[in-house]
C-alpha cells in the first residue's frame, strides 16, 4: 500500500532549530513537497525535493533521501509566525499522498 | 509567483441549498486542477482532479452528483455542493498545478462552508 507519516505535533523554542521528519512508503515515487498551512488558511508551497540530498531556502531547509523513503523539513532561527501545520506530501504516479500534518507549536 | 483566486471565502446558508466554488489562477494557465475538503484538525483529503476540457476524475467515496466539478477552461474550474447538508459543512480548498508532475500546486485561500 501506499502510506506516508509524520509526527502528530512538535514543540520547540523561538530562536532555536527544529527538523520535522516524513516517511514514505508509495509506488513511483516522483519526489516529496512539504507545504505550511496557518490555522484556518490554505497550504503554501515551501519545497520540492526530488533528487537525494539537501535543499536550501533561507530558514527552511528540506532533505530527502530516496532509498530510505525518508524527507525532513529543517527550521531554522525559529519565528512565532512559524507556529502552523507542517504538511508532506509524496507525489507518486499522477497523484500526491499526503502526510496528516505536524503541528509545530513555537514557545517564546 | 503564481496566484489562484478562489471564492467566496466563507459561505453560510440553509440545508438544501446548492452552493458554486469558483476557483480561478490568475497569472499561469492551470492544466489541471484539484479539488480538497479539510475538517477541523484532520489533513487534506482529495475530493476530484480535474483536467480542462474533459471529466473530472473523483476520489473513492466522493458522490460525483453531489460534487459537480466544472473546468471548462485553463483558468477556471468550479465546484458546486447540491443540495448540501450540515454533513457537508468544511473547509473547502481548490488548487491548480501548470503541469501536473513536477510542478508544485498553488492553493486558493479555501471556502469555508457552513450549512444550518
Known amino acids: 500500500g501506499q502510506n506516508i507519516d509524520q509526527p502528530t505535533e512538535m514543540t520547540a523554542t523561538e530562536g532555536a532549530i527544529v527538523q520535522i521528519n516524513c516517511t514514505y512508503q508509495?509506488?513511483?515515487?516522483?519526489?516529496l513537497f512539504w507545504y505550511q498551512q496557518h490555522a484556518g488558511e490554505a497550504p503554501t508551497f515551501l519545497s520540492y525535493n526530488v533528487l537525494d540530498g539537501l535543499e536550501e531556502k533561507g530558514r527552511f531547509s528540506s532533505f530527502l533521501s530516496r532509498s530510505k523513503g525518508y524527507s525532513y523539513l529543517l527550521l531554522k532561527e525559529l519565528q512565532m509566525k512559524d507556529s502552523a501545520s507542517y504538511l508532506c506530501?509524496?507525489?507518486?504516479?499522477?497523484?500526491?499522498?499526503w502526510g496528516a500534518g505536524t503541528k509545530l507549536i513555537i514557545k517564546p | 509567483g503564481a496566484v489562484v483566486s478562489q471564492h467566496p471565502s466563507r459561505v453560510i446558508c440553509k440545508s438544501g441549498t446548492s452552493v458554486k466554488i469558483e476557483c480561478r489562477s490568475l497569472d499561469f494557465q492551470a492544466t489541471t486542477m484539484f479539488w480538497y475538503r479539510q475538517f477541523p484538525k484532520q489533513s487534506l483529503m482529495l475530493m476530484a482532479t480535474s483536467n480542462e476540457g474533459s471529466k473530472a476524475t473523483y476520489e473513492q467515496g466522493v458522490e460525483k452528483d453531489k460534487f459537480l466539478i466544472n473546468h471548462a477552461s485553463l483558468t477556471l474550474s468550479t465546484l458546486t455542493v447540491t443540495s448540501a447538508h450540515p454533513e457537508d459543512s468544511s473547509f473547502y480548498i481548490c488548487?491548480?498545478?501548470?503541469?501536473?508532475?513536477?510542478?508544485?500546486?498553488?492553493f486558493g485561500d479555501g471556502t469555508r462552508l457552513s450549512i444550518l
Open positions: 506530501a509524496a507525489h507518486s504516479n499522477y497523484q500526491l499522498i
Open positions: 508509495t509506488s513511483g515515487f516522483n519526489g
Open positions: 488548487s491548480a498545478s501548470t503541469q501536473w508532475g513536477n510542478q508544485p500546486q498553488h
